[in-house]
């Protein structure tokens, strides 16, 4: 159970983490979604113990994390964003070394060994760390944060540099350890989230700008679809041509280059206007060059987040719909 | 204590599978062998010269393994530094203290595991030399007691040097700037007692106090004075405390 109550991080007059507080149950898995720089890893850190919070209050397994650091750390397995391995070990010799200083009982070598076998680097037993591909280290990382069987698990970006194939297996690894584990993981990804987590907290700049269920979050995201349209012909006439389709909600103009124009059509929720597109660029006699639904990133929501400044949760769906354009943009 | 030891294991193990721990020894041992030449070529022409006056005779101990292991003071001036540069700054470039910091450890459980690592790299050195002592033991009739309280002066001495490199080694990220400021900061403690004369009596027994090779002489005559003990142990408290303060506030600053 990790529970995180009013926590703030300040450096100077630079605010890293503004009042966050969020709440993990047992056997849940948490993901902590938000771009770059937004406080994910200031918030684990602290959840970790690796620094104190400025204000505010974090319990790990029972434990204040501040009051009773040994007690939390020891029932906490962390992988930080870099992957904290010595390059002059080898995979065996560097899960010994963390098996001691996390405390581990009874058998070293069994648990190392056991460790292994479950992040599928046995078979680098012997390398050195400093000769491992990204995907072992990450593996190993994670080795690392589950020798000790934590009760929480505090992932930072676990699946980031992995093959398509390692980031399936690791996914899996930790749905599997769910059960068992309190699990608070961060990404970027929202196909992750919706995989792995049951709750989401979105983070921007600091703040917390929503906590929900991966379910309500993809549906938010897709309420309306917009089409990315590509044509060659006039564009004010193939854009009012446009606005004129039923359930066609809005045009925006994302992109001119001599005749082509590509516009970012956003459609009623529900409603599916691609072959009245392409009707309607043919009828006008202009030559349709690609029609396609654009793909939501999370990183685009962030994007138009950051860059007009909402913050209030309210306003965060409609950042949604916002961000078709920028969207686009990014795609043209 | 099982953290201590697991530290200090993995401090050494760094030593020797780089380059570091074999060159450090290796130059040790060649920076060794020629003072303790050097000494000895003396020792050998003034035995010479004395044995044309059969009157007195020359005191082994103080003429030639007192002057021998004083001179590995200078060696420690230059060595250290590479020995400590490591010990945090490497931990944070390469991110491996996010693991220390997270572990179910203290941090003096951390600084004295990386404390004593080093200290054991320091005994490897000094182990090198016995090979010296040992040979004048089969040529010669020396006194064994002072040459143990030497030892433990340098024992000390050097534990000293290492804690404040500790100190300094844990204020940066860059190694090179880790060693520069180490090597000037003993180079400071060891030249501070030669301003001595320039000012008054009050300030001249100051600056000889603080100057940590001075301490030294006593252990190589083969005395144990508290009053050198306490100075050389307070120093190494000291500069692990001050290790123990600046990761603390680093934790705080983040």
């Given at each position: 159970m990790i529970e995180v109550q009013h926590v703030s991080k300040k450096y100077g007059p630079f605010t890293a983490v503004d009042d966050v507080s969020f709440r993990a149950e047992s056997g849940e898995i948490l993901g902590f979604l938000g771009p770059n720089g937004a406080g994910k890893t200031t918030t684990m850190r602290i959840i970790t113990g690796y620094m104190p919070a400025t204000e505010g209050k974090a319990t790990v397994a029972g434990y204040d994390i501040f009051e009773h650091p040994l007690e939390a750390k020891?029932?906490?397995?962390?992988?930080?964003?870099?992957?904290?391995?010595?390059?002059?070990?080898?995979?065996?010799?560097?899960?010994?070394?963390?098996?001691?200083?996390?405390?581990?009982?009874?058998?070293?070598?069994?648990?190392?060994?056991?460790?292994?076998?479950?992040?599928?680097?046995?078979?680098?037993?012997?390398?050195?760390?400093?000769?491992?591909?990204?995907?072992?280290?990450?593996?190993?990382?994670?080795?690392?944060?589950?020798?000790?069987?934590?009760?929480?698990?505090?992932?930072?970006?676990?699946?980031?540099?992995?093959?398509?194939?390692?980031?399936?297996?690791?996914?899996?690894?930790?749905?599997?350890?769910?059960?068992?584990?309190?699990?608070?993981?961060?990404?970027?990804?929202?196909?992750?989230?919706?995989?792995?987590?049951?709750?989401?907290?979105?983070?921007?700049?600091?703040?917390?700008?929503?906590?929900?269920?991966?379910?309500?979050?993809?549906?938010?995201?897709?309420?309306?679809?917009?089409?990315?349209?590509?044509?060659?012909?006039?564009?004010?006439?193939?854009?009012?041509?446009?606005?004129?389709?039923?359930?066609?909600?809005?045009?925006?103009?994302?992109?001119?280059?001599?005749?082509?124009?590509?516009?970012?059509?956003?459609?009623?929720?529900?409603?599916?206007?691609?072959?009245?597109?392409?009707?309607?660029?043919?009828?006008?006699?202009?030559?349709?060059?690609?029609?396609?639904?654009?793909?939501?990133?999370?990183?685009?929501?962030?994007?138009?987040?950051?860059?007009?400044?909402?913050?209030?949760?309210?306003?965060?769906?409609?950042?949604?719909?916002?961000?078709?354009?920028?969207?686009?943009?990014?795609?043209? | 204590m099982r953290n201590i030891t697991a530290i200090a294991q993995r401090e050494l193990n760094a030593y020797f599978a780089s380059p570091i721990g074999y060159v450090l020894i290796g130059f040790f041992a060649l920076l060794f062998g020629h003072f303790f030449y050097v000494s000895l070529w003396f020792f050998e022409r003034q035995s010479m010269q004395m044995g044309m006056n059969p009157t007195q005779s020359l005191n082994m101990n103080q003429m030639l393994i007192g002057p021998a292991l004083m001179n590995t003071t200078v060696i420690m001036l230059f060595l250290f530094p590479l020995v400590t540069m490591r010990t945090y700054s490497e931990e944070k470039r390469s991110g491996t203290i996010e693991l220390l910091l997270t572990s179910p450890i203290t941090d003096i459980q951390i600084i004295l595991g990386k404390f004593f690592g080093a200290m054991t790299l320091y005994a490897a050195m000094l182990a090198v030399t016995l090979i010296h002592i040992g040979l004048l033991f089969v040529y010669g009739t020396p006194e064994w007691k002072p040459i143990v309280t030497a030892y433990l002066g340098l024992l000390l001495m050097g534990g000293s040097f290492l804690s404040l490199g500790l100190f300094i080694s844990s204020l940066t990220k860059n190694q090179i700037v880790a060693a520069m400021a180490t090597f000037a900061a003993f180079l400071m403690l060891w030249v501070i007692s030669w301003m001595s004369s320039m000012f008054g009596p009050t300030a001249s027994a100051v600056l000889q106090y603080l100057s940590i090779v001075e301490h030294f002489d006593d252990f190589a005559k083969g005395v144990i004075d508290t009053k050198h003990v306490i100075y050389y142990v307070s120093f190494m408290a000291l500069g692990l405390f001050l290790t123990v303060k600046s990761v603390d506030s680093e934790r705080w600053r983040g």
């Open positions: 020891r029932r906490t397995g962390y992988l930080p964003e870099t992957p904290p391995l010595y390059p002059d070990m080898t995979v065996r010799e560097y899960l010994r070394f963390v098996a001691k200083i996390k405390s581990v009982a009874g058998n070293v070598n069994d648990r190392v060994d056991a460790v292994m076998k479950k992040t599928w680097v046995a078979d680098m037993a012997n390398r050195h760390c400093a000769k491992l591909s990204k995907g072992y280290r990450q593996r190993v990382g994670l080795a690392q944060a589950l020798i000790h069987e934590p009760e929480v698990l505090v992932l930072d970006e676990p699946t980031a540099g992995l093959d398509p194939k390692q980031i399936i297996e690791t996914r899996q690894l930790i749905r599997d350890l769910a059960g068992t584990h309190t699990i608070v993981l961060s990404t970027h990804i929202l196909p992750e989230v919706a995989q792995t987590c049951q709750k989401v907290v979105i983070i921007n700049k600091g703040k917390i700008v929503a906590i929900d269920s991966p379910d309500a979050l993809t549906e938010r995201l897709r309420g309306a679809v917009t089409l990315f349209v590509q044509a060659q012909g006039p564009a004010d006439d193939m854009q009012r041509a446009l606005q004129n389709i039923a359930g066609v909600v809005r045009v925006n103009p994302a992109d001119v280059r001599g005749d082509v124009s590509s516009f970012d059509v956003d459609t009623e929720t529900g409603a599916d206007v691609r072959r009245e597109v392409a009707a309607a660029i043919v009828r006008g006699g202009w030559g349709l060059l690609e029609l396609r639904p654009m793909r939501m990133s999370l990183e685009d929501i962030f994007l138009s987040l950051t860059t007009e400044e909402i913050e209030s949760e309210d306003l965060a769906a409609e950042a949604v719909v916002v961000d078709h354009t920028d969207g686009g943009q990014a795609n043209a | -």
